[in-house]
């Protein structure tokens, strides 16, 4: 992830533009990054039309002021019989702060400790290092859940938060220190080498955390899900790659069907075995490390052999580690390949020609620099 200043203002204030056109879009939360567990990105705008986004111009008195770089997506909670709604915002200053959508004013402002300066690490490119990856809303406990990075006088540390929407007070029992929870369970995390970059999900009561590294590659780190209780913090579950590296990457982080969860990992580093790197895994809520072939997949150098031969026997089951499906999916092919795989059975209907075309996959949106928001 570049550690860049694009054009903040409008790239947020597009951003912005499916909360901010009407009245009526204002009954539409964002509690989760792209607005669903599948990560969609399906927003629906009943009064945003064709003739009105003619008209869409910036409001020049909405310009509330945030400190830090923000990387995570703002996300959108209107309380139920509320007649407004409030923005939450995550940024590298690790500071959560809500924002009435309507007027721009700040309602509440949380600093969950000092971020950590990259020059304390051995690696890395944004500058300081502190919320990166797009928190998550829980309705059931009215509160915003994200992980921050702090500087602490033994070193970095990774903190899973929990503070209340109402004013931004933490919840009883939170923050969860992640290596310490970890360690109470015989497991080595490396708070150092770790970052937090793709978003959190929520599925049967836990929250979810994806791990990478950070940019360089340096130290011991490898990709990691940690599931937190939402009732009981103490309640920790847990899974990782077996191999160094293999860090989930990306901005979506974790996406949902509402029975498991589905993550990517990246390459992993000094193995001679295929030891989860670039894989697609689905974990189920307890994260137990299960070796069903419907359970993961993957494609690196360490498997293109095997793939060879899923490819070439359509009609025979495929070997472990080719698919979630009794099928050969696309899916399985290098994510170098810059499309998005499905298999046969779930390829999309042909396109519409008046449709346009999109080449490529965008997984998130830019980072976008310190200074105020606004909105069209």
Known sequence: MPDSNPPWRTK?????LGLAVSGSAHRQSVLTYHGS??????????GLTWERARNIHLD???????AGHLYAQPLYWRPSGSPAGQLLVATEDNDVQAIDAGSGGEIWRRSLGRPVPLSSLDCGNIDPLGITGTPVIDEATQAINGDAMVADVAGPRHRVFAVSLKDGSPLPGWPVEVAEALAARGERFNARDQNQRGALAILDGRVYVPYGGHYGDCGDYRGWVVGISLRDPRDVVSWSTRGRGGGIWAPGGIASDG????????N????????????????APDLRRREQPQDFCYSNRLARARLARCRSRRDQPPPVGCAFRPRCPAACLS????????????????RDRRQPRVRGCRVAPDPYGAGSLSRR
Request: proline residues 11%; positive net charge.
């Open 268 to 283: 992993t580093i000094g193995v001679s075995t295929w030891s989860d790197g670039e894989a697609v895994f689905r974990l």
């Open 60 to 66: 020049p008195s909405f310009h509330p002021q945030i």
């Open 12 to 16: 947020l204030g597009i951003l912005l």
């Open 37 to 46: 567990a599948d990560r969609s990105g399906n927003f629906i705008i009943p």
């Open 259 to 266: 029975r498991s969860l589905f993550v990517a990992t990246g």
């Open 335 to 350: 994510a170098r390949q810059g499309r998005p795989g499905l298999s046969p059975r779930s390829q999309p209907p042909r």
